[in-house]
């Protein structure tokens, strides 16, 4: 199983970006999915969670502000990042419980991290 993490980029503040995750592989279902952050110097934290029963979590920091969503028929999960402020820059990554076909129980997987710039 792979997660791609893309969308990433440069935006000032204030600005929007949408960041995409794809799984692929020998996927059988998907049960969590989510996307955290790490900014330099700092460690990872988590930014937005998103249940198989559509139960949603956010940092205080990005409530109101970041949208998770996901896709089960594409195997995908958004994040929608509005009023982006320098302090969201970080490498974002997402991740996803997967089972595969030939798996019995769920395992988290990652993806490599999309790099988000905010200018001031």
């Known amino acids: 199983v792979q997660l791609q993490a893309s969308g990433g980029g440069l935006v000032q503040a204030g600005g929007s970006l949408r960041l995409s995750c794809a799984a692929s592989?020998?996927?059988?279902?998907?049960?969590?999915v989510g996307w955290y952050r790490q900014a330099p110097g700092k460690q990872r934290e988590l930014v937005a969670t998103?249940?198989?029963?559509?139960?949603?979590n956010y940092a205080d920091s990005v409530k109101g502000r970041f949208t998770i969503s996901r896709d089960d028929a594409q195997n995908t999960e958004d994040l929608q990042m509005n009023s982006l402020t320098p302090e969201d820059t970080a490498i974002y990554y997402c991740?996803?419980?997967?089972?595969?076909?030939?798996?019995?129980?769920?395992?988290?997987?990652w993806g490599r991290g999309t790099q988000v710039t905010v200018s001031s």
């Open positions: 991740n996803a419980d997967v089972r595969t076909r030939s798996g019995t129980d769920y395992d988290t997987y």
């Open positions: 592989g020998s996927i059988l279902s998907i049960k969590d």
């Open positions: 998103l249940t198989a029963d559509g139960f949603t």
